[in-house]
């Protein structure tokens, strides 16, 4: 079963704690956090991960892209993210695929619904990208720890001549 994960993505960025400041500072920073954020996502899930911006806050024509191995979409002038959305619901959609779109949006969550997708809000999303980074954190904790700084457990002694061997020094 392969999971397909659709993201409204300026429904995020005014949702989310962490990315809300950011946007009335730097609209491009925060963008590209959340983008940051869905990469650690579809890193840790393995889902296939789409962004959908609105392509009003982007002057100019319609652009797909990839970044970080997430597909990001502007739409098109005159279309909203909800609307692709939608439409990438009904493309998308089989037999073997479990559509979610996380949005807050009421109205398009009943749409998505009607395609069979499944929503996820801002909120839960936004939770759970917090429990996937506590959990790159313990992991990475947890590695330096294990690790011992040499393969070969040696006397400091002889790990001291050693690294003037190294540098030249003997």
């Not at 959908?52 to 979409?73: C, L, S, T």
């Not at 959990?135 to 947890?142: C, N, Y």
Request: no cysteine; charged share 30%.
């Amino acid at each position: 079963m392969q999971n397909i994960l659709l993201v409204d993505g300026y429904n995020m960025i005014g949702a989310w704690k962490e990315l809300r400041p950011l946007r009335d500072t730097n609209f491009e920073e925060a963008r590209n956090r959340l983008l940051e954020l869905m990469a650690e996502y579809k890193a840790a899930m393995g889902w296939r991960v789409i962004v959908v911006f609105d392509a009003y806050h982007v002057p100019g024509i319609e652009q797909n892209y990839i970044q970080n191995a997430v597909e990001i979409i502007y739409t098109r002038k005159s279309e909203t993210a909800d609307e692709r959305i939608e439409k990438l619901t009904n493309e998308l959609k089989g037999r073997k695929r479990q559509i979610y779109v996380a949005t807050s949006d009421l109205t398009e969550q009943n749409v998505i619904f009607g395609n069979g997708a499944l929503r996820k809000s801002a909120r839960e999303l936004e939770i759970e990208m917090q429990i996937i980074q506590e959990q790159i954190s313990a992991e990475v904790k947890t590695t330096k720890v294990e690790r011992p700084p040499s393969r070969i457990q040696l006397p400091r002694e002889i790990e001291i001549e050693f690294e003037k061997w190294r540098r030249g020094l003997k």
